[in-house]
Structure formats: C-alpha cells, structure tokens
C-alpha cells in the first residue's frame, strides 16, 4: 500500500494534517524533557476524565467498562488506561512509545572555570554523533532537589530574552589537525562542555584575598540569587542540556517539520492522543509512555522495569478479576505496537539504504517486522499472522502504511522496546513515523506521516 498521503488527501484532509501538527509542535516544544513530557499529558488526561491509580487503590473503588486510569512513575513515566467491556484476561491493545530522547547530562560536579571562562561539565545521553553539538545555542531543563527536598525547576535559554549556552568549537584556521580526524574523535566526549559565562565577579580592589575562580563565583552567585541553588546541589540535580528554540514549519510547502525530540515524541504524541480518540472499546486500552530507552531501557523508569507489570496488577485487583493466572493471561493475550520511530530514506546518504525496503516521507506510518543489527540481534522479529491483521486493521481503516526496515543490512541497525513486551507471549510489532536526521539535535518528520500515525494507532486501539 505504498501511496503519498498527500496525494491521497483532499482539502479536509489537509487541513486535519496541519491541524493536528500544530498541536503536536506546541507539545513538542514545551516537552523537552521527559519530566516535561509526563506533567504535559498527566495535565491534559485528568481533564479528559482520568484518574490516578492511586487515589483508586487508597479508596478502594472498583474499576468498570469505561473507566479511565492513569499511572505515574518517578514523575517521568505514564501508563494510561480505558477499562473495556471484556474481561482483562482477553488481553489488551497496547501503545508503547518512549519520551527520552539523546541529549547533554550535567554531572554530578559539573561547574569549573578554565582561563576566566566558566563550563558545565556534562555526559552525553543516548547515541549521538558528538560532532552537531557544537556552535548551537542550547537550553538547560531539569529540576534541582535540594536537601530540605525542596524542587527548583529550571528552564533557561528557551524565552527570546532568556540566554543560551554552546560548545565551543576550534576555528577552522586552526583545524588542519583536527579536519584529518575520524567524524567519531573530531569532538571527544570530555570536550562537550557548555560555556555559562565569563564575567567575573565584582571584587573590592583593595582586597587582599581576592578570589581565584572569580567568574565562577559569579555564576554561583547568580544561581544563588535567582535559583536559590548552592553548588553542592548539583549532586542532586537532573539537567538535561537541550538544543534552544522551537520547532519549525519546512518547506516553501511546510510539509515538514524541524525539531528537537522527534525519536520518540513524533509516536508518543499521537499514541496517547489516539487512546483519548478512541474512546470506549471493546477491548481495555493502553498507553505506555516510559523513560531510558535511548540507553537501553534500563532503570527504574525504563520498560525493563516491573512497573508496568505491577500496574496492570493493580488495575486486575481494582477489577475483581485478581489471581497470578489472570495476569499471565492478560499479557499474553495483549495485542502491542511499538510506537518507535524509522529511518526516513535520504537519497544524499541513498548508499546506507535498501532503497525497496526504506520507507519515504509522506508515505504513512511505517509497519516494522523487525530491528536489531547485523543477523537480526537484539530484534523481536513479529510473526506472520500478526502483520497480516495489521494490514486488515489498517486497511479496513483506509489508513496509508508503509513496510520497511532500519538501513542496509550490516550498515548499522537499532532496537525499541518491543521485544521487553513480548517476552510476556504477546503480540508485539514495531510502528512509527519516519525520521530523518534521527539522533541530530534538530531531526525532521512529515506532517502527513504524524497524522496517519494517529490514525493508525485509533484503527489499532478499536479493532485489533
């Protein structure tokens, strides 16, 4: 079913498509962060109607056909649920899609001051190509916990009159050395450290003692009026170093959209927007919106942890179905999609591609049977016969999809969350939206491909 949305769409369509990527670019730009991301939509499902798990469990209220649910995980995970007309142990539909994307850390003794210049000190998050962070403005998000565990949330460099930071890089007049480098040794690691200012703090001249790291005693002076932060409180600060500035229209047609965290917002979005448009089902239905994915799910928030599991517990229990066997059978009867994105063919770089087997901007969601690299590895591999209700789904739905994979074989590869899932038995496939410049600070998506994404998620929801 290879057709160009845009081909296809008449003018309602379009002004759908443009609609919704309005909505999903303003969620994109105020959700840099996956903390971000989880009060951004915690926000919007309670006024949909949602209520958190545990106000239901310390209440002891029973769940029914229709009930809407939702659970956080250290404020940087969601799981959201519509309880349906059949019993859990028939299984759920499943959306899953992560809300971490590759980015700067600060560490935990990140401020230093080098030659009256002041730098964060960071540890790059998630594969990245070292080289594009530099010469950008970029943005500090994230929140400091200070010892009385008080919260300070920070958000500097996204306002028109907020600063910004960068990385500085070396002058090309003086490059000769470093232009003979590998892409993968031009930066190093250690040299991804942001510069924060370089004005020294004001002195008395007379003074004897005057201090020796004048700017940075500056910067903590200004962290100490502003923020109300010691240095020592780093230690328990998460700061997420993030490219500055909103997302942008591209194209004389503005067919395209330019942004930082597309992997793996672009599926995240639509998937808990297609859970609230599907509504009431047959079927309980599923959002899972977790963390750490670009690391390798690990963690406490990531998917390889037992929340998810405990939660659907929980929601059994609250529905008088509760017994060990009703939760194996539930997860084993799931129907999941992966909600994860690919990689857009570019014919710049046509050469890294099997260009039959690529998906294209503009040509739908993408139905992914496996990832992983080289011989498959690390991948889940879907069977046959659940691809083939897919397509039925999708089509029955007028849906545009598109099949592919990640690149030519022994190029590279990558992995999602779906075989975690389907260690439990279930149907599990990778679907998404096409990317290109996947892991850039700023990577690029279709409008078109965003809103059969949503489309494709509601068919699955109500009829898989």
């Not at 490219?243 to 599926?267: E, Q, T, W």
């Not at 690919?342 to 992914?368: C, M, Q, R, W």
Request: charged share 30%; net charge negative; proline share 2%.
């Amino acid at each position: 079913m290879d057709k160009n949305v845009w081909s296809e769409a008449n003018q309602k369509k379009v002004k759908a498509i443009d609609t919704f990527a309005k909505e999903y670019r303003e969620f994109l730009d105020n959700g840099k962060t996956e903390r971000e991301c989880t009060d951004l939509i915690v926000n919007e499902i309670e006024k949909a109607g949602f209520v958190e798990l545990k106000k239901l469990i310390d209440s002891n209220k029973k769940l029914k056909a229709g009930d809407k649910v939702y659970a956080v995980n250290m404020n940087k995970a969601v799981i959201m649920f519509n309880i349906g007309k059949q019993p859990l142990e028939n299984g759920m539909n499943i959306l899953g899609a992560h809300i971490d994307s590759p980015r700067l850390d600060l560490k935990g003794n990140p401020l230093y001051e080098d030659t009256e210049i002041a730098y964060l000190d960071t540890h790059y998050y998630g594969g990245v190509k070292k080289y594009q962070w530099v010469t950008l403005p970029l943005a500090l998000h994230g929140v400091v916990v200070k010892k009385d565990l008080t919260t300070v949330e920070i958000n500097i460099g996204e306002d028109e009159d907020d600063p910004v930071f960068f990385i500085s890089d070396l002058l090309i007049h003086l490059a000769s050395e470093q232009m003979d480098k590998k892409a993968s040794k031009v930066i190093e690691g250690d040299q991804l450290d942001v510069i924060v200012g370089s004005m020294p703090l004001s002195q008395n001249k007379d003074a004897k003692d005057k201090e020796k790291e004048a700017v940075k005693a500056n910067i903590l002076k200004l962290l100490k009026d502003n923020y109300d932060i010691e240095e020592d409180d780093f230690k328990s600060a998460e700061i997420e170093v993030v490219p500055a500035g909103r997302s942008r229209d591209v194209g004389f047609d503005r067919s395209l959209i330019l942004g930082y965290g597309h992997d793996d917002r672009v599926c995240a979005f639509p998937s808990y927007k297609a859970l609230l448009e599907a509504g009431n089902c047959e079927k309980t239905t599923c959002c899972i919106l977790v963390d750490k994915e670009e690391i390798g799910s690990v963690g406490a928030t990531g998917m390889r942890s037992r929340f998810f599991e405990n939660v659907v517990a929980e929601i059994i229990n609250l529905c008088g179905q509760y017994s060990d066997l009703a939760l194996r059978r539930c997860l084993a009867n799931s129907n999941m999609l992966s909600s994860d994105v690919n990689a857009a063919y570019d014919p710049t770089f046509g050469s890294s591609f099997d260009k039959k087997n690529a998906t294209k901007l503009g040509h739908g969601i993408v139905l992914e049977k496996y990832t992983g690299a080289r011989g498959k590895s690390g991948s889940n591999d879907a069977n046959a016969e659940y691809l083939a209700k897919l397509r039925s789904v999708f089509e029955a739905d007028k849906v545009i999809y598109q099949t592919g994979e990640l690149g030519k074989v022994d190029v590279g590869g990558g992995g999602t969350i779906a075989y975690i899932l389907a260690l439990y038995g279930m149907n599990v496939t990778d679907c998404g939206v096409p990317v290109l410049n996947m892991h850039a600070p700023w990577e690029c998506i279709s409008k078109a491909d965003l809103y059969e994404a949503k489309c494709g998620y509601v068919a699955f929801l109500k009829n898989c």
